[in-house]
RNA sequence: GGGCCUGUAGCUCAGGGGAUAGAGCAACGGUUUCCGGGGCCGUGUGUCGCAGGUUCGAAUCCUGCCAGGCCCGCCA
């Protein structure tokens, strides 16, 4: 139990006593000062009116009446805040536990409701570029920090291979496939088709593997077949990719097998029992404007195929009765109405409207000496996250990612990322934990044996310190509600300034086997919290570097 | 026109009712008998987009404006 909960509980039953009031709302929470506290709370201000009293006296007589063996002081301050010092010997109990739980500290084992969190579900139409790289970092981290918070995550990659895209990406390949052997493949729009490199390769792959053969055979089957075999490339190339950047999933749900198993028809036929399915203009609409879309939208094209609609659906209910709970869908903000319509459709279904929750990542905005870099797959001038990675490396680019709000427009610079790729705040957060390897190093023990920390007073670098690691499972817990990543690279920044002032005033290894032993506990545990909140990022915790 | 998001230091961004608004980068100065100086310390910079409102207290909540981004397809 965090001293905040458990200060909380003692400043309640301080009120309880002196008032007779039950609060249900006390807050308890860190100074920005230090000279205020280790913790402080507002109750006297935020309750003086009720109370009737000035929020001094209220303080002051809680101050008064409080219990708590853990607090060494309570004082009044400012227009009524209560400030609490802690006892040395309750801080470094805590570090004990911390040091006990090891890579666990903070973390919890899975309970509730099963959580689908879905992310990239890029188009197996080319390779990832680096705007799916935010989407790839933001949805890993997540899914790593939900897990930590003890939601029951299952992360999953929607392979869209059933669409009109894949149909022009086949033709595409197709093409330059022909082309290869001097002949041509006949194409709906030529402006449509995927223009990207790739394409020449992945015709190359398949010239090796089946020669001309796909030219000889009847041209619908060979575009069937020349598809598959793309749609297969790309996905290996994009699970490469993602291995690389260590972005992982526990399933691929391919969009293909909803046509395959007549899922597609079942679902239709479903909306239709639901009597929100009509016929308007040759085709078959879904009223989602019903359940909150801002209009219909078509289900079944006027030529009898199906929109995206139908299978997002079908898709989304198949989440549902697999058992989760709530879908978390990690999307790009160009896909801004597709929660709401979708939900609709969801709706329609009977499935509660707070399944599915959309988190959308703002777009990642390229600039290269100071120009914008406009891109587009299909015209082929587009970066991939490969490319990206190979200029800047795997860890800065996970760190540089998610280091600010997924809902905030990211300017990737990429001269800059490369230029200043040695003074990204991720080296200094690794740089804190090779650092303190090397004392262990030095010192000869492992941290694991270290034994029972002795007490003592702790000096006011110590203290902030200790004070800071005792804050990460706040930290797990509230990234996790949040659904915001973003707070672990900050704390992580905060925790490695803290150390570092930490090691510069005080030598770790002195002769007095006391204060060696606990500013060893203080370092090991720092370099577990750091280790532990780097990897919820998906970055290394160099040992040396 | 409607919906969602954003506006904080020169730049990139934290902070999302609390005390004197922060960090990194950039600039300048200091710091080395001794555990990794890729560190630490200091200096300077802010109409927290603007205007009202709620409150003991607003960068934070509400309303209205201004500016930017994304969306509003029988594409996904």
Sequence with gaps: MSFEARLADAVREAVRKTYGVDLDGVHVERPNDPSHGDFATNVALANARVLRRNPREVAENLVGTLESPFVREAEVAGPGFINFRLSPGALLDEVGALLGEGARYGRREPTGAPVNLEYVSANPTGPLHVGHGRQAAFGDSLARVLAAAGRNVSREYYFNDGGNQVRLFGESVSVRYAGLFGEEWPVSDPDALYKGDYTEEIARDLAEEQSRRLLDIEPDDALQEIT?????????????????????????????????TGALKEIVRELEETGNVYESEGAQWLATSKFGDDKDRVLVKGDGSFTYVAPDIAYHKDKWERGFRTAVNVLGADHAGYGPRLRAGLVALGIPADFLDVELVRLVKLVREGEQVKFSKRAGNIVTL????DEVGEDVARYFYVRSSHKTEMNFDLDLAIRQSDENPVFYVQYAHARIASIFERAGTGSESLGEIPTGELAP????????????????ENAASRREVHSIPTYLETLASRFHQFYTVHRVLVDAADVRARRLALSAATKIVLRSGLDLLGVNAPEKM
């Design 228 to 260: 598959a075999f793309a749609t297969r490339w790309s996905m290996e190339d994009i699970k490469r990719t993602l291995a690389r950047v260590r972005v992982r999933f526990d399933s691929f749900f391919n969009e293909k097998s909803l046509y395959e």
């Design 386 to 389: 490969d490319e990206l990675l």
């Design 461 to 476: 670098e110590e203290r902030l310190l200790v004070l800071e690691l005792l804050d990460f499972p706040r930290v797990i």
